[in-house]
């Protein structure tokens, strides 16, 4: 078993900047892929980035490209999104994921390839 408790979430005006972070416990971080979710109300939930668990390669969707950057420190079994220029778009509950033990470089770009979950983290952005 993953535990994953993500934090750093809140409320910011358009044009701010937050740092999402995902604290891993249990069974071996730094073997899994690692993704960050949204979901706002009424909507499904939607990849917001990915990345490998070497961290060199990496995912956006189309949405935050340019304005987020998604890492991880395997030492410290900690994911990380940083989100710059937010829009009222991106309001949202954040999710953390991890998949099961995989390659090097794999990307998990759909939910259904995850395993674990956290238990999310409101981001609002107020225009």
């Known amino acids: 078993q993953v535990q994953l408790v993500e934090s750093g979430g809140g409320l910011v005006q358009a044009g701010g900047s937050l740092r999402l972070s995902c604290a891993a416990s249990g069974r071996t971080f730094s073997s899994r892929a690692m993704g960050w979710f949204r979901q706002a109300p009424g909507k499904e939930r939607d990849i917001v980035a990915a990345i490998s668990w070497i961290g060199g390669v990496t995912y956006f969707q189309d949405s935050v490209k340019g304005r987020f950057t998604i890492s991880r420190d395997n030492a410290k079994n900690t994911l990380y999104l940083q989100m710059n220029s937010l829009k009222p778009d991106d309001t949202a509950v954040y999710y953390c994921?991890?998949?099961?033990?995989?390659?090097?470089?794999?990307?998990?770009?759909?939910?259904?390839?995850?395993?674990?979950w956290g238990q999310g983290t409101q981001v609002t952005v107020s225009s």
């Open positions: 994921a991890a998949s099961k033990p995989t390659s090097a470089t794999a990307l998990k770009r759909s939910a259904d390839e995850y395993d674990y």
